[in-house]
Nanobody, 120 residues
Framework: QVQLVESGGGLVQPGGSLRLSCGAS????????MGWYRQAPGKQRELVAS???????NYADYVKGRFTISRDAAKNTLYLQMNSLKPEDTAVYYC??????????????WGQGTQVTVSS
């Protein structure tokens, strides 16, 4: 089975930076798009950024110009570089991957999440 493992979260002061990583292992030959989502306490999980298997990226408006998503196919790893962090960025960040072969339904796999806390 496919497994996604996030790392790189922690405590940082406002204006600081963090780099999140998501390693994928298992049967990933049919993996397509990957993305980062986040969920703050009492709020709905929301998309932060995503990247397709051909390198097309998409960002939520509130992170444009501050966050950068990238993908290293050789290492099966997804990254999220977060700069100019704000207290409202505090959340659990989850890695997501889309799978599916031609003629079969798409399905999604989630990591367990990594905590990001932005506070002075």
């Amino acid at each position: 089975q496919v497994q996604l493992v996030e790392s790189g979260g922690g405590l940082v002061q406002p204006g600081g930076s963090l780099r999140l990583s998501c390693g994928a292992s298992g049967s990933i030959s049919s993996m397509h798009s990957m993305g980062w989502y986040r969920q703050a306490p009492g709020k709905q999980r929301e998309l932060v950024a995503s990247v397709t298997d051909i390198g097309v990226t998409n960002y939520a408006d509130y992170v444009k110009g501050r966050f950068t998503i990238s993908r290293d196919a050789a290492k099966n790893t997804l990254y999220l570089q977060m700069n100019s962090l704000k207290p409202e960025d505090t959340a659990v960040y989850y890695c997501n991957a889309e799978f599916g072969r031609i003629g079969f339904p798409r399905y999604y796999i989630w990591g367990q999440g990594t905590q990001v806390t932005v506070s002075s």
